[in-house]
């Protein structure tokens, strides 16, 4: 069996930031923006709320900032309440095949990177290896569904029946061990410690359920907390068990993958960086299966001025997620409801909320008018997505129609805004500042929230992280 623990380990300790290509470090800088972005507007909705009253009943030194908020804790508290803010509206990047790993992996190298005080170059190289790491190792597990042919032509859709994102773990760890610069053993026993201590794979039970939990398909408070433990115990010496990702026992067995393949990790790694071109970015805050959708909803009734009392039924076509459990609550009790409601996000669309965490407020999904245009939408799985996928898996069919003034309007695309694919799919630069701004101008007010986009589109010029912290600490507040 391969020593992918040494690879890993090597990976980490050779990784500088002199050496990483452009649209790496490029990558790196507009994940951080985007997650910071829906960090700071989590702080408006429930879930990110109690975790900040959580991290600062915990406490600890003040060395870390929780985003949004003038007070600082430890490290550890602050990884929690960030991860927690950062997937708090759902709004947060993917990676493929990574699922959430950005809110996963991000906020405990950020905490400990202020702590440290170290440079933005050093950040930018531990975020580049956490965000690599979630890629490659959750490709050398199983994937979290596939598509399947039939005999008769039609295309099902397969998911494991124990599936998680506890591997993120790993990838957290691993940017948190740069910016402490632990030697190889020390890394290779924090690792060893996280796989023993990362939520267990809880994805399909929360998919296949209701009502909606808070925690999701993993907390990623949790989560980013065990990345700074596991950390801050092997500096000590604490013993991890250096053979998680080399035993036939091992992580991926304890874990439920159905398959191992640790090639996938460690080829041309250091060499080739794939992270970049599998990265999305969410325009809408609401599981991405309804994005291709809200897309094509958004364009038709803005095209052509469509107000709520003139639609009378919208149908929407879109990937067929939308038929489980989590997708079809029959009430939104909560914004984590809100977030996977397949209707929802269209009647939020066409009241014309703006993006963001006003979609979640109570107040509009609770509002009467709201709910009776719910009546009016239908969602259902895309009869030809998963024949497409199977021919070629960047290609995401949707449509829409919509029934107004006596007329059926349609539209329907095969790629979803925010996709590192085609071309007219990617978010530009100026579109990630844009949403940053949106998120975080109610929290920080415009000035520090222009400061924040300068510092952190400009990292690597940055000598001291906490500069730019100081700028994320909720001015309003």
Request: hydrophobic share 40%; net charge negative; proline share 5%.
């Amino acid at each position: 069996m391969q020593d992918v623990m040494g690879g890993i380990t090597h990976f980490i300790n050779n990784v500088e930031f002199e050496r990483l290509p452009s649209d790496v470090v490029h990558g790196a800088k507009r994940m951080l923006l985007d997650s910071i972005g829906c960090a700071i507007a989590g702080t408006l909705v429930d879930k990110g709320k109690y975790a900040i009253k959580v991290s600062k009943t915990i406490g600890g030194h003040p060395e870390s900032t929780i985003l949004g908020i003038k007070e600082k804790v430890s490290s550890s508290s602050a990884s929690f309440a960030n991860g927690e803010l950062m997937n708090a509206l759902d709004m947060d990047a993917l990676m493929f095949p990574a699922g959430h790993a950005p809110p996963l992996v991000t906020p405990a190298p950020l905490a400990m990177a202020e702590s440290f005080s170290v440079s933005g170059k050093e950040l930018i190289a531990a975020l580049a290896i956490a965000y690599e790491l979630s890629v490659r190792i959750a490709g050398a597990l199983s994937e979290w569904r596939c598509f399947v042919a039939e005999s008769q032509g039609t295309v099902r859709m397969e998911r494991p029946g124990v599936y998680g994102l506890g591997f993120c773990v790993f990838a957290g760890v691993a940017g948190v061990g740069k910016i402490i610069k632990l030697d190889e053993k020390k890394l290779a026993s924090a690792l060893g410690i996280a796989g023993h201590i990362c939520p267990v794979p809880a994805m399909a039970k929360w998919c296949n359920t209701v009502p909606n939990a808070m925690t999701k398909y993993v907390s990623a408070g949790f989560i980013s907390q065990a990345e700074i433990m596991a950390i801050l115990l092997a500096r000590e010496g604490y013993i991890g068990d250096t053979t998680v990702l080399d035993s036939e026992y091992g992580f991926f067995r304890f874990s439920g993958s159905e398959k191992w393949e640790p090639e996938v990790i460690l080829h041309r790694i250091g060499e080739k960086w794939i992270f970049v071109s599998r990265t999305i970015y969410k325009p809408y805050p609401c599981c991405r299966a309804m994005h291709g959708g809200l897309d094509c909803f958004i364009k038709i009734i803005e095209e052509n001025n469509l107000k709520p009392d003139e639609i009378e039924n919208v149908k929407v076509l879109i990937d067929p997620l939308v038929t489980l459990p989590a997708w079809n609550v029959s009430e939104i009790e909560s914004h984590v409801d809100a977030q996977f409601s397949a209707r929802y996000p269209f009647a939020a669309a066409a009241f014309r909320i703006k993006s963001g965490a006003d979609w979640q407020k109570n107040d509009n999904f609770e509002n009467p008018d709201i709910k009776d245009f719910l009546k009016k939408i239908e969602v259902y799985e895309h009869p030809d997505y998963g024949r497409k996928i199977l021919e070629d898996p960047r290609i995401p069919l949707s449509k829409v129609e919509v029934v107004a003034r006596g007329r059926v309007f349609e539209e329907a695309r095969d790629w979803k805004k925010g996709n590192p694919w085609p071309e007219k799919a990617i978010m530009s630069d100026e579109e990630l500042a844009d949403k940053f701004r949106n998120n975080s101008i109610p929290v920080l007010g415009e000035e520090s929230t222009e400061n924040a986009i300068k510092f952190l589109m400009n990292l690597e010029d940055i000598k001291d992280v906490s500069v730019l912290m100081n700028e994320l600490s909720g001015s309003k507040r």
